[in-house]
């Protein structure tokens, strides 16, 4: 009998954690990413701001997953699966064939039906977006030290991020960082302190995810580094020379775009229910109703649990991997399916170089302790022995003396191809 | 009186050499370069093989000048001289005036002539040849895996390098070192050792600019690490499939140009004489026959000593800039002009993971203890801390284990626009 072949789409924390779990599975399976590297997707706004360089937080799958024997790595684009004939059709027309198939393809950025604003507020979840965003940042200064007219200055010093969660938070703060201090000294026509870091957020409140004491101690420490946070200001307009607010019109030559990601349109293809961010709303064992040999698992996935639905963070993701590779094996040994529980161990952000909030469930805390914290948990959980020595050297470096190590700029400065290559990965 | 204006186009090792020994010159310096960082190019290769990323080796120019109280740094590309009018000419129309001009652009790759073959065959000159390399020779091996043609496949496993400098020595033995050791056990349906790696050499020896024995020594451990090289064998033709020597087509998918460059194209608004590979003929203070004012450093020079000619390394480059700025404060101080004099104190390349040659005129070595001295030289050269760190310890990683630190495609796999920028960047 032929074995029990499991396609997996997606080599991020669902697809990597469910592979690694079923190494040990009487199972084959092909792994396929259109990238060739795992991504530690908390950290990638380090990279946006020249904090790291990307092999910092990537690590090939293929070395990942080297010494697991029942599995391939595959580097291709899905166009769409097929339900009816269990098979999944790549870009160059390759078709594959499986027994088990497990989405975990993640999300992107969307921008409530404003696709128009796509190129003129890019957003960060892929390393493409970093670098680019990183481009953009560090190409805004240089834009205002050549300026020779004050307006025209002012909207390349000015910068917005919209989207007040943990990624809108994290970029805000370091940008503000660079401004003031990393950047000082540099430029001789302009004062990089002088920069205006604005963070709008739609709600009420930043961090909405936290509690709301841990949602004011943030506000207040980004406003100490020179953030300025502005809540209950949904976003109207955004084009190249800035965007509306309030009926105001901002200049600001970048805005950052952090507030709203929308599932892989690769869902679209199963032909079944989409919740309205484009997610699959699952079965409480991960697998799609109607079809019990396709699993979701990570941001693509739509659950409630305890009348909340479960986030899209790094955490949830893994252990949703972790379920369905169990479910396979239940599977395939005959048992019974087990509904997935989300097991939250709480919530982290970080503010600046040494500021974070902390939150695990009733133990909240702020400032530096959270920051340790913080920085202990991503590195432990980076995966890789010198990704993890390498983070922490910049770190020590940039706890010292606020220098960031990857301030490049690849490619010529009026290179639009650099530009457009993010509207295209869309 | 105005102060003494200087303009120094090019901020490599010449340019920023110059600069920096300016510095308690009573002049005012403006820095241009078309990038906003400093290369450290002899690594260069390190970051095409995926060994280091593209932060390692550059530091930002603004960042290594901010503490000169006397010098500008101006993100721009020169379009061309006025040397009537002593200005410069930049790429968004501005014009800069100078007292005196200094010219460090260095050199790009050349291809005889062929520049049909340019695309086909990238060189390693700047931070985008290396990341553009890097994909392509990632891809190659992914491509491999992918292909089910047996003779497709050979071609993807197939790569030459032309040149047998110590540019294409490096190359080759480390892409040899990356398909036997690196890469193993990561693929499936490949055996990256079965990659065939060709080094190819017009002339009859490789490392033409090193005693014979050395060359011989280092063809030695590059065969010994897989590598064929190929000698008296000038390529006649590249497309995109393969190359042609010897009358003979070789189906090789990835070549890479090691093997000519020419001067900057910017010499030539001079209006003065050069040499066939466009270099200026200086004048033994280095500056140009019939402009006092404007002087040449680095690769753009052509200086002929004790009847051979200055070679195009950076220790002259560096040597030179110093130079030039020697001449400039002699010049203030109303001093005659000293004639240049190159101290050349050896020559090194490395070969692959634990081998090298090293000549120190008169002191030759090889092997183990050459690869030592190599890295010492390399890591103390550099510049920063920080990057001092981080290239010491991806080679630690890489001595024990063989990995590459760098390992990651950035873009889609079948995104031929980071292709084609390589050849606009020209």
């Given at each position: ?62 070395h990942i997953l080297r010494g697991q024997k029942n599995v391939e790595v595959r580097l291709a684009s ?349």
């Open positions: 009998m032929a074995p029990h072949r499991i396609v997996i789409v997606g080599g991020g924390f669902a697809g990597l954690w469910a592979t690694r779990a079923l190494s040990k599975a009487p199972v084959e399976i092909l792994l396929i990413d259109r990238a060739n590297h795992h991504l530690f997707q908390p950290l990638l706004y380090q990279v946006a701001t020249a904090g790291l360089s990307s092999p910092d937080i990537a690590a090939p799958l293929r899905v166009e769409r699966i097929e339900p009816a004939a269990r098979r999944v059709v790549l870009d160059d027309g390759n078709v594959v064939g499986y027994d088990t198939l497990l989405l975990s393809t993640g999300a992107t950025h969307a921008y409530f039906g404003h696709d128009s604003w796509a190129p003129h507020a890019p957003g960060l979840k892929t390393l493409d977006d970093a670098l680019l965003l990183r481009r953009r940042l560090l190409l805004a200064f240089e834009h205002a030290e050549a300026e020779t007219d004050a307006e025209k200055r002012r909207a390349w010093l000015n910068f917005a991020i919209v989207g007040g969660g943990p990624t809108g938070v994290e970029l805000a703060g370091t940008l503000a960082e660079i401004a003031r201090h990393t950047l000082k000294r540099e430029f001789r026509h302009i004062d990089p302190a002088s920069a205006r870091v604005r963070l709008i957020e739609a709600g009420p409140r930043i961090l909405s995810s936290f509690p709301e004491s841990l949602s004011a101690k943030a506000q207040k420490q980004l406003e100490r580094l020179g953030v300025e946070v502005v809540t209950g200001s949904p976003v109207e307009a955004i084009d190249g020379q800035g965007y509306r607010s309030g009926g105001v019109f901002v200049p600001a030559r970048t805005v950052v775009w952090a507030a709203g990601v929308a599932a892989s349109p690769l869902a679209r293809s199963l032909g079944v229910e989409l919740d309205r961010a484009g997610r699959v709303r699952v079965a409480p064992d991960l697998s799609v109703p109607g079809h019990p040999e396709i699993f979701i698992a990570g941001d693509l996935a739509a659950l409630t649990q305890d009348g909340k639905p479960v986030p899209g963070v790094a955490p949830a993701a893994k252990q949703m991997g972790k379920h369905v590779a169990q479910s396979i094996r239940d599977r395939l040994a005959g048992r019974a399916p087990r509904p997935f529980r989300y097991r939250d161990f709480g919530n982290l952000a970080t503010i600046g170089r040494m500021a974070a909030v902390v939150d695990l469930h009733g133990l909240h805390f702020s400032g530096l302790i959270a920051w340790w914290f913080w920085l202990a948990a991503h590195v432990f959980f980076l995966i890789g022995f010198r990704n993890r020595l390498v983070v922490l050297l910049n770190w020590a470096v940039a706890y010292w003396s606020y220098q960031r190590a990857a301030r490049i700029i690849i490619g010529h400065k009026d290179d639009t191809s650099a530009d457009e290559k993010d509207t295209e990965a869309g």
